[in-house]
């Protein structure tokens, strides 16, 4: 079982920068890719970005440019950096991580982005 941690939501204006972050406690190996997946209200869940073990990223296209993830596998811990946001952004936030096959999600994070 992993358990995932998800820090850094909150309220910022169009064009503000929020960092969230992500971590799975304990001494845990075998993680292998980690990401952020959003949901907005009345749509599905989405990718927004991935990062394997490695450090190859994905991206969703609406984020290219704006976002960037990056990962300390020692802490077993994935960041998303994201920049010049915009209202379209708005969604809960969740961290998952893939350990042996299996995918696990955070709880969720909420971030709302004023115009």
């Known amino acids: 079982q992993v358990q995932l941690v998800e820090s850094g939501g909150g309220l910022v204006q169009a064009g503000g920068s929020l960092r969230l972050s992500c971590a799975a406690p304990?001494?845990?190996?075998?993680?292998?890719?980690m990401g952020w997946y959003r949901q907005a209200p009345g749509k599905q869940r989405e990718l927004v970005a991935d990062?394997?073990?490695?450090?190859?990223?994905n991206y969703a296209d609406s984020v290219k440019g704006r976002f960037t993830i990056s990962r300390d596998n020692p802490k077993n811990t994935v960041y998303l950096q994201m920049n010049s946001l915009k209202p379209e952004d708005t969604a809960v936030y969740y961290c998952?991580?893939?350990?042996?096959?299996?995918?696990?999600w955070g709880e969720g994070t909420r971030v709302t982005v004023s115009s």
């Open positions: 990062i394997m073990w490695g450090g190859t990223t």
């Open positions: 304990g001494s845990i190996v075998g993680i292998g890719v």
């Open positions: 998952s991580a893939q350990r042996w096959g299996i995918d696990y």
